[in-house]
């Protein structure tokens, strides 16, 4: 527990807290921990469970947390011991519920959950802790006005350089104080990023192009960064650090494979992998299963980095998804006009017209196709 | 005409006088300042570090300079942020941090761990 770094006022405010708390002199039902990512508020709650022999009972955005989800795995807690805590001998240890990443609680998927865990944590009297980076004080107000609230501060850069400095020394690192000053200057408070970057200088890869990566970058700095990437590792934590643009980068590859003029057999293969790798990515998003992100960041970078043989990048968005994305409406409704005559002219419904068709005969229907559509048009329509 | 500058150290949250005749204009500027209240009968009180560059530059004729305290998680002194290599990019409102002479300790670690340990009576 003496091994986390920062926040030492906080710190004693949870201690003094839970201890007031075993006395029953406390109103709130258990403790809120509010901070930004990366500053060590799950690993005090783990530090803290195993100085103090509580067995962590964890859920996160991981994990189902509806009301139903939270009653099974939690509702049982303050009545029984598990099969496994018993034979691992931790029945002897006192429960602790942590529900971490509240802030990021889905209003319709995990519709019930804060009434279900402040009712346990009532009922159950298990010590409850939760964490958040942001509170809303409007959807939260039934957890603000039931949980004690701690907050938890950035740390501050020396104290970032002792843990990356205590790192080095235990890892038996060769990396200079001045290498060490940047990743402080880099990681504006957050540890774990510090970690991470420290990790990264370790295995080579330089420090601009460490701190570059972790920024969330818009989706075509992404795009041609990646396609610019020397290494393997540089590949990977672009794409660990810009989830958002995953949904797009793999319409982006697909464009790039089903244009690229290479040998249909490799244009197959390409597809089919990529074909895996949406259908993991899509089943990451509808069940929620971030556990799954794991292989999706060996497979996706191990992908790009092979394309990137075959494939050049051109640095634009294909110009039919420019289309796509039109924000003006006059244009918006002349494209979606046009969008809803064309299939027609092809015997096809819309949805297949434009993921099917548009992409390869993009060019043909700016030229003769267009003239022709424009006289098919004219006859059908007058 | 001396030009010694006089150094008043900032403690968070706690009120401090400047030592020196503001004048009504000066005062309404500096209290119109974000970070910065006045408590009646008590004087000023920061409470983001952020004013002080601010406040710093409007007193500057006077030869007074606000300088935040913060003390040594380690030895429980002043970390001197004045002199700290990551000023600029430090947000400078935190409890506690480290000074150099205890960051440069080659044992520093094994200090703060144990100084932890006291802190949160851990046995």
Redesign the interface.
């Given at each position: 527990?003496?091994?986390v770094?920062g926040n030492?006022?906080a710190?004693?405010k949870f201690?003094e807290w839970v201890k007031r708390w075993k006395k029953k002199e406390v109103e709130e039902l258990g403790i809120l921990l509010v901070g930004p990512p990366g500053i060590g508020k799950t690993s005090w709650v783990h530090a803290f469970a195993n100085?103090f022999g509580y067995n962590v009972i964890e859920t996160n955005a991981s994990d189902y947390r509806s009301q139903k989800a939270l009653e099974e795995r939690l509702g049982h807690i303050s009545r029984s011991v598990s099969l496994d805590s018993f034979f691992m001998g931790m029945h002897k240890k006192e429960p602790l519920i942590f529900l971490d990443e509240v802030d990021g609680l889905d209003p319709k998927a995990d519709k019930g959950a804060i009434e279900t865990v402040i009712k346990i944590a009532k009922s159950s009297g298990v010590l409850t802790v939760l964490a958040a980076n942001i509170v809303d004080p409007k959807r939260y107000k039934e957890l603000l006005k039931n949980f004690y609230v701690i907050e938890f501060?950035?740390l501050?850069?020396?104290?970032i350089?002792?843990l990356l400095?205590?790192i080095v020394?235990l890892e038996n690192l060769d990396i200079k104080d001045e290498k060490l000053?940047e990743i402080?200057?880099k990681c504006?408070?957050d540890a774990r990023a510090a970690i991470n970057m420290l990790q990264s200088v370790a295995i080579g890869i330089s420090i601009e192009a460490v701190g570059t990566t972790l920024e969330n970058l818009p989706f075509e700095v992404f795009m041609k960064r990646l396609f610019e990437a020397k290494t393997y590792d540089e590949v990977v934590s672009l794409i660990q650090s810009n989830i958002t643009h995953l949904e797009d980068l793999i319409q982006i590859l697909w464009d790039l494979v089903s244009r690229s003029g290479m040998d249909i057999k490799y244009i197959a293969d390409f597809l089919k992998e990529l074909s895996d790798i949406d259908i993991l990515w899509s089943r990451i998003n509808r069940e929620r299963k971030w556990g799954l992100l794991r292989y999706l960041f060996n497979l996706l970078p191990s992908y790009i980095y092979r394309l990137k043989r075959y494939v050049t990048y051109e640095e634009k968005f294909p110009e039919y998804r420019f289309y796509l994305f039109v924000k003006n409406r006059k244009v918006r409704e002349q494209r979606d006009e046009i969008y809803n005559l064309i299939p027609r002219y092809f015997h096809v419904s819309k949805r297949k017209f434009i993921t099917e068709i548009l992409p390869y005969s993009y060019k043909l229907l700016i030229g003769d196709m267009w003239r022709d559509f424009r006289e098919w048009c004219d006859r059908m329509f007058g | 005409m001396s030009s010694r500058i006089n150094v008043i150290k900032v403690f968070p949250g706690r009120p401090f006088q400047f030592r020196i005749r503001l004048g009504s204009t000066l005062f309404k500027a500096i209290v119109k300042i974000k970070g910065i209240e006045y408590r009646k009968g008590e004087g000023f009180v920061i409470t983001s570090y952020d004013a002080i560059p601010k406040v710093n530059a409007l007193i500057e004729r006077f030869n007074v300079m606000l300088i935040p305290y913060i003390p040594c998680v380690i030895c429980g002194k002043d970390v001197h942020c004045e002199t700290c290599e990551y000023s600029i990019n430090c947000r400078k409102d935190l409890e506690a941090c480290i000074c150099k002479t205890c960051l440069n300790q080659s044992d520093a670690w094994r200090k703060y761990s144990e100084i932890q340990k006291t802190n949160l009576d851990i046995k």
């Open positions: 527990m003496d091994e770094i030492e006022d710190k004693k201690i100085t501060k950035p501050s850069p020396r104290q350089e002792l400095r205590k020394y000053r402080v200057l504006k408070g | -």
